[in-house]
């Protein structure tokens, strides 16, 4: 194998790790900007999207993409609207609380998962469309390829990514959203109402998640604790990428994607997780906000 | 509001005496039930230091595990190469393939060193995270979060290079520690009046801190960070000062808790127990260093006695009751505790106008918008 077609090869997997992660870290990043609310129970929404897609591959087997994927996105919705409504609501102005209660909420949907469905993990079988791979036998590049399922999670990060964009800059609701997250309050005078706008928002990131979770349960097995895997690496993508935004997002999904793709073939996967961290922390001391910076004259920040 | 920790010389007197009783309790408790007493108490000076980063200072710390393990496996290397023959490499290391004992092992084969090191390493990393955070005023969201990173690669990383720190199962059977053997009664009873001594002087360090002006300047950075910048001081010395405090309480928590337990592992300093570090203090009252001690040792018997007869219902509990302290009950035990003796020493017919502040569970998180 070339090195060319080598190196490929780790952008390729680098790209699809971040498209889960952009997946993951979106709802965060817009729940975090938005309402300074640290949701820890983000993963389990991820958890819940990949048990509702194993549960619609049981219900149909052949249309487990076209039906599990809304079903996960539409159930992680729900449950982050009832999270929302009844706990997150009640914590506003306290980020570091939010953060304890949703850990707690967390560990409930966890211990539900293992007792409702095999703690050790349930499968989805991928279907046949998404099971093959481009592969390149002769040329420049051979022995490079590209599994269809990885192809298929880039290409589901791109059209939400583009979905959301739009949501935000073409519709009335978008307008809203950016309203409320430049200036709550005047948002509010100017009769927005913000309430509404924050729980669209939450429930959008929730289902943002259960998506991610449909989609990783056609690579991996689906555990109660898929969830708590990416949490962390997500976080560090919404910390990278400065609170609420999605260009923020995007780019460093991509970098701590490409660079963690890069480490691990180098080092360690444990190592790789130490030079991550540490990345970001360097990257922290020079732009203390993260890349990209909702500007705000308040000078209180939380 | 006057913090609980500048309150009158009389608030002393209820934690002296109880420190005073529990530190008798060789003679009058089972060793079983000794052995846990000493093992929560450790763990409760790292809530302390905790109670001293989050309730006074205003920063949620959600990597305390790094600490307290920096502690526990400085003691524990010790204690497992005295434990061996002379000359013999530690039995993981064996297995793994590895023929000579790691340099950064050497130093470990003095145990003033290693008992110095529990002390120092954790002061050092504690140090040096503190300033690379708080030199640039990150949030104390951001603060939160990157700790919580810290303690996922620290706990993988042990767990990867198992030929040199143990791995998953870390480092256990140990023997002696300055000759005397850890199984004796009468170490035991050392042990624990050794764990409740160095309880009390970290609770009377923490305390007298506070009444100091940089334990002041800590509090008044959690309140309002900018008017302590428009006074003219700069908060990060005092962050970083409780910071490396908190580390070091963690470093010793590790190593007492290892000498009570016998074993150190990853599975102590992960994401999932410096979390749950927190909510001891939650639930004590994060404000209250002697709640954030109380709330410890109350969750951790309450975990040891449900988890081994129901473990399913034992974090659904875990996941309530994170839910509930944050919800309902902010200010945790202490909290109730002081508010039931206002009610009480307060006159009748008066109702006084401070009832109201004193509700408020941090002044900063409670005005943001």
Redo the contacts between chains.
Sequence with gaps: MSSLALALGQLFDGLSVASILMLAALGLSLSFGLMRVINMAHGELIMTGGYLAYVAHKLIPQAQVAFGLPLAFLGSALIGAALERFLIRRLYGRPLDTLLATWGVSLLLQQLARNLFDPTGVEVTSPDWLSGSISFDSGPLAGLALAHIRLFIIGLAVVVLCGMILLFAKTRAGLHIRAVNQHRGMASALGVNTRRVDLLVFALGSGIAGLAGGALALIAPVTPTVGQSYIVDAFLVVILGGMGTLRGTAIAAILIGLLSAIAETFTSISFAKVLLLLFVVAFLQFRPRGLVVTRSRALEET | MVPPIFMSSRSWLVPALLFVVVAFAPMYLAPYHLLLIGRFVSLGILAMGISLV?GQGGV?PLGQGVFFGLGGYALAMHLKLVALPDGELPDFMQWNGVEQLPLWWKPFTSAWLAVAATIVVPAIAALVLAW??F????????I???T???A??FA??L???QGTTGGFNGLTNFDTLFGASLGDDRTRVWLHVVTIGVAALAYAFARALGATQAGRLVTAVRDGE?RVRFLGYSPAPYKILVFVIAGVFAGLAGALHTLHSGVISPAMVG?VPS?EM??WV?VGGRTSLFGALIGTVLVNVAKDSISSEWP?AW??L??????????AT?RGLAGAAQSWLARLNRPRRTTSPRSADTAE?TGK??T??
Excluded: H
């Design positions: 989050w949620l690379l955070v030199r640039r005023r990150m949030t104390s969201v951001y939160a979060l990157i919580q990173a810290l996922l690669a993988t990383l767990i990867s290079r900018n994401v979390i927190v909510i939650a399913n974090l659904y875990m996941g309530a009751v994170f839910i509930l302290v944050v919800v902010p569970p998180e409670a943001t918008p």
